[in-house]
């Protein structure tokens, strides 16, 4: 295709998109706005993926873990054509998506960060039953940021600020980085070095939102909150060129927010040792509507992106922290329409990652064309290779050696027993079976994150977590046969060929090819009369295969 | 035959870096390479050209009047006196005499004011060169991130203690430059095959997995894989050399003593000479709100020797020449005396010893004033030593991080390294 008429394309496509906005659904424009950005690498493009492929990633994107055996055998024998939306909205709609949810939102928001304050089980229950509720983010942020911990009902979603002490320094640069997608780290100490958009004035613009504010410890309860006083500025220098600053509350560009005039009485209640200080007018809770008002455009921009790097494995713009002038999104247009699509929709993130993983973009085959030449990968010709989060592992792993769906069936009866009626396909009584396997598992989870769990997104694989899958107790208990597991249920298979078939779909979501499944019959059949270790071993093999360590 | 798993194809082994520079250790056969890096002639390779550190971590706060600083015959000098050392003019405190002797090997930092008398904040800036929480890597990390050769044989960043804190060393750099905790001599966890599975049933495992990798790798970007495969060739490696945490010569052990610390520094040793880039040893128990002389003169003298024996040993070795050795603390102990003839918490005025690569050795650098309760000259803190190591590690501490879309600086920029320390 000549330049021209990529060009004449784009331009037609861009008119014919903005001409039918009301039709074409969002993930076709997606699509259309990708394609266009691929030019003449177009050809190099991977196929759609195949049913399986797809099966295991929206699985583990939407769910957190991968298929059960019967359900990847169901999918992949279902004629249905419309069968991949039928399952998006299927495990949208699921618990495991609120769960799967929440360890993203709670990994982005709080980055594993200890216990302080508030216990991290119940903040974690407030972002499940947050997901689960579908709550627009820009309401979740708004709970989040003003929360001071007194009113027993949302005092877990204080968490955001106690769990940093209400350091000043760490609680503005999270808010940077988190909301606005700007990692002012560096404008701490002065303007950055480097990024003009990064001023000092930015920084400590938020700071002034929560100078005044200071931890409280009710000596009764023994519990911390946040109180604030009702004076107290900001003043700053920078090191490089010792010039003296002040800033009242001010977020970005936006025009600074002054005090209102003081009144007489400053206090609603005065700041002592024994009380809490509750101003009048409170500048700390100037921040959460000015952050997620639309005339903030960053917010939006900044959640969008984390959307669409959340699936498709990489952010529009990279480091998703990072978004300044000189370091523009791949696809401007792409992400100022799923910006302005979150601010139209209310910031449903549901209704956007639906758009998003039904666009043929995100559904295209990971196997690539050409591997000889290095493709961009910005331009999503093939589906990016992402590392299972510790999460998505431990799930994914309990999951393939049967340990869910055991404690998922003994927890049913838990709950049967309190109550006859209980019936896990209503609604809030799936919620609470999912909460209570999810408590059930939680330490083995606890073992994974503690392996897995990196300061980087980027890949990085070490001797300890070869270690702990190879030879780690935890999996080698998994893989003893009991209560129906996998092993138990493989023990008695005579035929090797229908073991490799089983090993493949639980494991892999998949069938094996011909040449997969005489490689492990051979494998199995080494092993002679000990059949269940050899099982065990040809388990353990794929549990640390990369085919089952990445999402792709 | 236990070493020789059969499982590392060759250019596993070696670093690629020294493959590609086609170096003496390439041309060696496949069995003496097998062997790995217990032979003689790879060993020398990698002393001669692999940069290293040795931490040894006196937890709780060293007090420096005890130490490096003491002030004998002052108000707040305590009951013991001072030694000289094996450089004229440098005296230190009694309570380290076999150090002494090694001074020479040594230099001594006096003017530390870290303006924090929290155990967390202080340790946290000693070891990031920056204040507060921020999210940035220790210097073990660091080190490993730019030192450790490609495939390194050991984890490149290991922790020898007996308990402590969890701690988020690499921050944003690959979770393979993080810290690797050794639980004292024992080894890492997991490194024993589950229940019965022998060797062969191993090895067997290993083969198929690497047979899965392979198909999986041929359509997908190999990069990923690359990496995920080599985690494994290290767990392998390491598994390979179990040997090191079982058995430590009794011979060695008489020279370094058979208590904790003492077999910890044997250890370390070990660790540096089979490839680690950074060893961290904790010695626990400097905390001395109470008793604080009792407790030095405890301390201290179960410091001294395994020490000194290990500084000695690396030099005799020829190992001091690529090992920077730093002797540190969160912050040292208050001039004053308390009630319980403790000494409380101190960042404002103490010292710390540094010596091996790069580092300009047997002077004193900065002074406190006679009582030491305030520095008086070349007044420094966790950011200048925090050039001031990677400095002499031949890591350029005023360059940004290699980091894809960032620009972190290495070092705080705002300060610099101390020159007169660098050789």
Same mark, same amino acid.
Request: net charge negative; aromatic share 8%; hydrophobic share 35%.
């Given at each position: 295709m000549t330049p021209r008429i990529t060009s004449l394309l784009i331009f037609l496509i861009l008119a014919d998109a903005a001409n039918a906005q009301e039709i074409v659904p969002l993930h076709q424009q997606v699509d259309q706005l990708i394609d266009a950005s691929q030019g003449d690498l177009a050809s190099h493009a991977s196929s759609r993926s195949g049913d399986a492929e797809f099966l295991r990633r929206i699985h583990l994107d939407l769910a957190g873990q991968v298929p059960g055996h019967e359900e990847a055998e169901q999918f992949l024998t279902d004629e249905d054509p419309a069968k991949r939306e039928k399952l998006i909205d299927h495990l949208l709609a699921s618990p495991r998506h609120a769960r799967h949810l929440q360890h993203h939102l709670d990994v982005m928001l709080m980055q594993r960060l200890p216990k302080k304050h508030i216990e991290p089980v119940q903040?974690?229950?407030?972002?499940?039953?947050?997901?689960? @509720?579908?709550?627009?983010?820009?309401?979740?942020?708004?709970?989040?940021?003003?929360?001071? %911990? &007194?009113? $027993?009902? /949302? =005092?877990?979603?204080?968490?955001?600020?106690?769990?940093?002490?209400?350091?000043?320094?760490?609680?503005?640069?999270?808010?940077?980085?988190i909301f606005l997608g700007r990692d002012m780290q560096c404008a701490q100490c002065h303007d950055h070095p480097s990024i003009d958009d990064y001023l000092q004035r930015h920084y400590y613009g938020i700071t002034a939102f929560?100078?005044?504010?200071?931890?409280?410890?009710?000596?009764?309860?023994?519990?911390?909150?946040?109180?604030?006083?009702?004076?107290?500025?900001?003043?700053?220098?920078?090191?490089?060129?010792?010039?003296?600053?002040?800033?009242?509350?001010?977020?970005?560009?936006?025009?600074?927010?002054?005090?209102? @005039?003081?009144?007489?009485?400053?206090?609603?209640?005065?700041?002592?040792?024994?009380?809490? %200080? &509750?101003? $009048?007018? /409170? =500048?700390?809770?100037?921040?959460?509507?000015?952050?997620?008002?639309?005339?903030?455009?960053?917010?939006?921009?900044?959640?969008?992106?984390?959307?669409?790097?959340?699936?498709?494995?990489?952010?529009?713009?990279e480091p998703l922290d990072m978004m300044h002038s000189t370091n523009p999104p791949t696809h401007p247009e792409l992400l100022e329409l799923l910006a302005d699509e979150l601010l139209d929709n209310g910031y449903d993130l549901r209704a956007l990652i639906r758009q998003l993983v039904l666009s043929e973009t995100y559904q295209r085959s990971g196997e690539q064309v050409e591997r000889e030449q290095a493709l961009p990968k910005h331009l999503y010709l093939y589906a990016e290779l992402k590392p299972l989060t510790p999460e998505q592992l431990a799930w994914s792993t309990m999951q393939s050696v049967g340990l869910a769906a055991a404690t998922w069936r003994e927890q049913v009866a838990l709950l049967k027993k309190d109550n006859p009626s209980f019936d896990p396909d209503n609604a809030e009584m799936a919620a609470t079976l999912e909460s209570a396997v999810n408590t059930a598992l939680q330490a083995h989870v606890d073992s994974f994150v503690a392996i897995f769990a990196s300061g980087t997104n980027r890949f990085s694989a070490t001797a300890s977590q070869a270690l702990f899958l190879e030879n780690?107790?935890?999996?080698?208990?998994?893989?003893?046969?009991?209560?129906?597991?996998?092993?138990?249920?493989?023990?008695?298979?005579?035929?090797?060929?229908?073991?490799?078939?089983?090993?493949?779909?639980?494991?892999?979501?998949?069938?094996?090819?011909?040449?997969?499944?005489a490689s492990l019959v051979s494998f199995l059949e080494q092993f002679g009369s000990e059949r269940i270790a050899g099982i065990a071993q040809a388990t353990r093999a794929i549990l640390c295969s990369a085919e089952f360590r990445f999402n792709h | 035959m236990k070493r020789n798993t059969g499982c590392q194809p060759l250019d596993h082994l070696l670093s690629r870096r020294n493959f590609l520079a086609g170096s003496a250790v390439a041309g060696l056969g496949g069995a003496a390479v097998l062997g790995g890096l217990s032979s003689p002639l790879v060993a020398q390779t990698l002393k001669r050209d692999q940069k290293r550190i040795l931490q040894i971590y006196l937890q709780g706060g060293v007090s420096q009047l005890e130490s490096w600083d003491p002030k004998p015959g002052t108000e707040y000098g305590g009951p013991f006196?001072?030694?000289?050392?094996?450089?004229?003019?440098i005296h230190i405190c009694e309570l380290l005499p076999q150090t002494a002797q090694l001074m020479h090997l040594l230099s001594i930092v006096r003017g530390i004011n870290l303006k924090t008398d929290d155990h967390h904040q202080g340790r946290l800036f000693m070891e990031k060169g920056r204040r507060g929480e921020g999210n940035y890597p220790y210097v073990g990390s660091v080190a490993a991130r730019?030192?450790?050769?490609?495939?390194?044989?050991?984890?490149?960043?290991?922790?020898?203690?007996?308990?402590?804190?969890?701690?988020?060393?690499?921050?944003?750099?690959?979770?393979?430059?993080?810290?690797?905790?050794?639980?004292?001599?024992?080894?890492?966890?997991?490194?024993?095959?589950?229940?019965?599975?022998?060797e062969n049933g191993f090895l067997r495992r290993s083969k198929f997995r690497e047979q899965l990798n392979q198909q999986f790798a041929s359509r997908r970007p190999k990069s990923l894989v690359d990496s995920y495969d080599a985690s494994f060739h290290r767990a392998a490696q390491l598994m390979a050399r179990q040997e090191l945490f079982e058995k430590q010569s009794e011979k060695e052990l008489d020279r370094y003593g058979r208590h904790d610390f003492g077999r910890f520094c044997l250890l370390?040793?070990?660790?540096?000479?089979?490839?680690?880039?950074?060893?961290?040893?904790?010695?626990?128990?400097?905390?001395?709100?109470?008793?604080?002389?009792?407790?030095?003169?405890?301390?201290?003298?179960?410091?001294?020797?395994?020490?000194?024996?290990?500084?000695?040993?690396?030099?005799?070795?020829?190992?001091?020449?690529?090992?920077?050795?730093?002797?540190?603390?969160?912050?040292?102990?208050?001039?004053?005396?308390?009630?319980?003839?403790?000494?409380?918490?101190?960042?404002?005025?103490?010292?710390?010893?540094?010596?091996?690569?790069?580092?300009?050795?047997?002077?004193?650098?900065?002074?406190?004033?006679?009582?030491?309760?305030?520095?008086?000259?070349?007044?420094?803190?966790?950011?200048?030593?925090?050039?001031?190591?990677?400095?002499?590690?031949?890591?350029?501490?005023?360059?940004?991080?290699?980091?894809?879309?960032?620009?972190?600086?290495?070092?705080?920029?705002?300060?610099?390294?101390?020159?007169?320390?660098?050789?």
């Open positions: 903040w974690q229950e407030y972002l499940y039953r947050s997901v689960l @509720e579908n709550k627009p983010w820009n309401q979740l942020v708004e709970e989040i940021l003003t929360a001071d %911990g &007194v009113d $027993k009902e /949302s =005092r877990s979603s204080a968490r955001f600020m106690l769990a940093r002490d209400l350091n000043f320094d760490d609680t503005t640069r999270d808010i940077g980085r929560l100078k005044r504010s200071y931890l409280f410890k009710d000596s009764k309860s023994g519990e911390t909150s946040i109180g604030e006083k009702a004076e107290g500025g900001v003043k700053f220098t920078s090191v490089f060129t010792n010039e003296e600053d002040s800033t009242s509350p001010r977020l970005l560009d936006l025009p600074a927010i002054e005090d209102p @005039e003081v009144a007489e009485e400053p206090y609603v209640s005065k700041p002592e040792k024994e009380s809490r %200080g &509750v101003p $009048k007018y /409170s =500048r700390r809770l100037q921040l959460a509507p000015i952050i997620i008002s639309a005339q903030n455009r960053n917010f939006r921009i900044n959640i969008a992106n984390r959307c669409w790097a959340m699936v498709m494995g990489r952010g529009l713009v780690g107790e935890l999996i080698t208990d998994w893989l003893k046969p009991a209560n129906s597991n996998l092993l138990d249920r493989l023990k008695d298979v005579e035929e090797l060929e229908l073991v490799a078939r089983q090993l493949y779909f639980s494991l892999l979501s998949r069938p094996p090819t011909s040449g997969e499944s | 006196q001072t030694i000289p050392t094996s450089v004229p003019g730019y030192l450790a050769p490609d495939e390194s044989p050991l984890p490149s960043y290991v922790h020898i203690s007996t308990r402590g804190l969890e701690d988020d060393t690499a921050a944003f750099l690959d979770a393979r430059f993080a810290q690797m905790k050794l639980e004292g001599v024992a080894p890492p966890a997991n490194m024993g095959r589950p229940g019965q599975l022998a370390a040793r070990t660790m540096l000479e089979e490839g680690s880039t950074c060893v961290k040893v904790t010695h626990h128990g400097y905390d001395t709100h109470a008793e604080n002389f009792n407790f030095h003169v405890e301390q201290l003298g179960e410091f001294d020797t395994p020490f000194a024996t290990l500084l000695g040993d690396l030099e005799q070795r020829g190992m001091l020449e690529s090992t920077l050795v730093m002797i540190y603390s969160e912050f040292g102990r208050t001039p004053k005396i308390n009630h319980r003839y403790g000494r409380d918490h101190w960042g404002s005025a103490w010292s710390i010893a540094l010596g091996g690569c790069g580092i300009q050795t047997g002077a004193a650098i900065g002074a406190t004033n006679a009582k030491g309760t305030e520095v008086t000259d070349r007044e420094v803190h966790g950011g200048h030593l925090f050039h001031t190591y990677l400095q002499a590690l031949g890591i350029d501490s005023t360059a940004n991080h290699d980091i894809p879309g960032r620009e972190i600086p290495i070092g705080d920029p705002a300060v610099e390294a101390i020159k007169e320390l660098l050789s």
